[in-house]
Structure formats: structure tokens, C-alpha cells
């Protein structure tokens, strides 16, 4: 835990718990990536890939799916996490904002059915999805200069697939 170091020195008997991304051998990961705005999620996929191979994370290991749209993320990230197949489901889409308030429900709908993937089956579900007013900000944040946004997804989902496999899982409500 390294940010957190100069605290924990005062404390020396807290145990500390959190994954580490560069941990991934082992870990099966499920990819969902929404095919519209393409020219976005292509950049988007290609960091998360390339990422999660760098960590370890083996190909016979990662799934594919892919959607239409943001808006059918949470479908298939529900299926996959509930599955039991694997360690984390990482989504990823692009919704650009236009000139109606389309963008709006887009956008919620993917963020609230991801977290609610989340919630309802305990595996962690990355939300690798940008949501922008322009197509600059968003090639800027797909591999451009300020760097993509699907490869830091995929840190995240091996962390988080690292941390819940060593948190206790607690009863079941
Ligand atoms: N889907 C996106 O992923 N991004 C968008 O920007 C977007 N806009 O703007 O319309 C979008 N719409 C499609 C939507 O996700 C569904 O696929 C469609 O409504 C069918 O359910």
C-alpha cells in the first residue's frame, strides 16, 4: 500500500488489505466493450488488453463480449459477473455528449446497472467508460494525452479481483 505508507507508520499494528494490479496471472477477467462509437472503444480495448496482458493475465484467461451500446453494458456484465467464471468483468464504452439529453440517460443507465452488477453478485465490475462533451476529450482520454482510460480500467480490475479474492466473503443476506 504504498500512498498510504507515511499514515501507516504511526499505526504499526493495522493490517493492511489491497490488490495489487500488476498481479494478474491467474485471474479470469471478462471483457465488455460496447461497439458504438467505435473509433473510441477500439482505443479503448486495445489499452485494456494490451494492459492486462502486461499484468499477467493470461489469453486463454479473458473473455470478449461485445454490445451494441453503453446502455447494454450492464446486461452482459450482470450475466458474466453472476457466472462464477470469473475474477472481475471490466466494461468499456464511449458516450459523447450531443445535442439532446440522450447522453444523459445513456450514460446513467451504464453507470447505475454496472455498479448494480457490482452489488447484486459481489464481483468487482469496472466501469472503463468515458463520458465526455466532445470526441477531442475523448480520444484525449482513449490513448491520447491524457492517457486511456481502458487500460487504467484494467489496473483496477485486477486489483480489485486481488483484493476481493483476499477480503472475507460474509454471509449471504
Ligand atoms: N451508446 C453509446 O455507447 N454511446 C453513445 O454516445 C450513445 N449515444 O449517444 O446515443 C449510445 N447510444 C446507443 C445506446 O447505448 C443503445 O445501444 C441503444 O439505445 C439501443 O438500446
Same mark, same amino acid.
Given at each position: 500500500?504504498? &500512498? ?5 507508520? &504511526? ?10 494490479? &500488476? ?5 479470469? $477477467? ?7 462509437n467505435?473509433r473510441i472503444t477500439?482505443r479503448l ?10 499484468? %499477467? ?13 453503453? *446502455?447494454?453494458?450492464? *446486461? ?17 464504452g464511449a458516450v459523447i455528449r450531443?445535442?439532446?439529453?440522450? *447522453?444523459? *440517460? ?7 446497472? $454496472? ?12 466501469? %472503463?467508460?468515458l463520458t465526455t462533451n466532445t470526441l477531442r476529450q475523448a480520444l484525449d482520454r482513449s490513448g491520447g494525452?491524457f492517457?486511456?482510460r %481502458? ?23
Amino acid at each position: 500500500m504504498r &500512498r498510504a505508507d507515511p499514515p501507516l507508520a &504511526r499505526h504499526p499494528g493495522i493490517r493492511v488489505r489491497s490488490g495489487d494490479a &500488476r498481479a494478474g496471472r491467474g485471474l479470469r $477477467i471478462a471483457v465488455v466493450a460496447a461497439r458504438f462509437n467505435a473509433r473510441i472503444t477500439d482505443r479503448l480495448l486495445a489499452g485494456a488488453l494490451g494492459r492486462l496482458e502486461q499484468s %499477467g493475465v493470461r489469453g486463454q484467461d479473458t473473455v470478449l463480449v461485445v454490445v451494441p451500446g453503453a *446502455f447494454e453494458l450492464p *446486461f452482459a456484465a450482470r450475466r458474466l459477473a453472476g457466472s462464477g467464471r470469473h475474477d472481475a468483468v471490466l466494461c468499456l464504452g464511449a458516450v459523447i455528449r450531443g445535442g439532446t439529453p440522450h *447522453f444523459d *440517460f445513456v450514460a446513467g443507465e451504464a453507470a447505475r446497472g $454496472i455498479a448494480a452488477a457490482s452489488e447484486a453478485t459481489g464481483v468487482p465490475v469496472l466501469f %472503463g467508460v468515458l463520458t465526455t462533451n466532445t470526441l477531442r476529450q475523448a480520444l484525449d482520454r482513449s490513448g491520447g494525452r491524457f492517457g486511456n482510460r %481502458g487500460a487504467d480500467a484494467a489496473d483496477a480490475a485486477v486489483e480489485m479481483a486481488r483484493l476481493a479474492r483476499s477480503l472475507p466473503r460474509g454471509r449471504r443476506r
